[in-house]
């Protein structure tokens, strides 16, 4: 059971939006900055999005995120089939003071 | 450009022990932490625990606490993961990841991992 609660599964057509939820409580994404890790079949995950917003160098602007109270989102625009993949959203948690994760979100793309 | 290479899979009995390596270079070794996150077969990612590579602090998570120590090796700019006692729920692909602090106004956090290795899969079979 994972502290951060992600849907298991999202999918969508190319060039469509699709968005990803991350919900946490006050303890971790209610206090705390939220991560989005994109992890490609038989891969180490990458950074796509820290500090609730911003994006590495080299992620594309079709990646965004947001943040709202104990809640945060992925949103993809422009669906491209090199987008399927694991997503996993993470935050710093104050009570176990460390990092958590959610169990990730499967994307396809149909 | 910033690259950790780990070290090779592994295969082990329960009860046995691990120690996986995770050797940086194109960066200042010193200068970031390193946080070891593993991930079971089909499952998510688990944090296991992070070295300050500056002073040897260490922080694992109470589940691993009296299995797992880190440690490093500035002269080879190299991080160690042991894990000792191992058991079958211990089968995972283990990576090491380079962390870099953000603080707000009112405190700092590690949760950003902006480099990873490529990951070393223990097998724990008897």
């Known amino acids: 059971q994972s502290v951060l609660t992600q849907p298991p599964s999202a999918s969508g057509t190319p060039g469509q939006r699709v968005t990803i939820s991350c919900s946490g409580s006050?303890?971790?994404?209610?206090?705390?900055?939220v991560y989005w890790y994109q992890q490609l079949q038989g891969t180490a995950p990458k950074l796509l999005i820290y500090?609730?917003?911003q994006r590495p160098s080299g992620v594309p602007d079709r990646f965004s995120g947001s943040k709202s109270a104990t809640s945060a989102s992925l949103a993809i625009s422009g669906l491209r089939s090199e987008d399927e993949a694991d997503y996993y959203c993470?935050?710093?948690?104050?009570?176990?003071?460390?990092?958590?994760f959610g169990g990730g979100t499967k994307l396809t793309v149909l | 450009q910033v690259q950790l290479v780990q070290s090779g899979a592994e295969v082990k009995k329960p009860g046995a022990s691990v120690k996986v390596s995770c050797k940086a270079s194109?960066?200042?070794?010193?200068?970031?932490?390193i946080s070891w996150v593993r991930q079971a077969p089909g499952q998510g990612l688990e944090w296991m625990g992070w070295?300050?590579?500056?002073?040897?602090?260490?922080k694992y998570p109470q589940k691993l606490q009296g299995r797992v120590t880190m440690t490093t090796d500035a002269s080879t700019n190299t991080a160690y993961m042991e894990l000792r006692s191992l058991r079958s729920d211990d089968t995972a692909v283990y990576y090491c990841?380079?962390?870099?602090?953000?603080?707000?106004?009112?405190?700092?956090?590690?949760?950003?991992?902006?480099?990873w290795g490529q990951g070393t899969l223990v097998t724990v079979s008897s």
């Open positions: 990841a380079r962390e870099v602090t953000d603080c707000s106004s009112t405190r700092c956090q590690n949760a950003r991992f902006d480099y």
């Open positions: 194109g960066y200042t070794f010193i200068s970031y932490d």
């Open positions: 070295i300050s590579v500056h002073n040897g602090n260490t």
């Open positions: 006050s303890s971790n994404i209610g206090s705390n900055y």
């Open positions: 500090k609730n917003d």
């Open positions: 993470a935050a710093w948690d104050d009570s176990l003071s460390g990092p958590v």
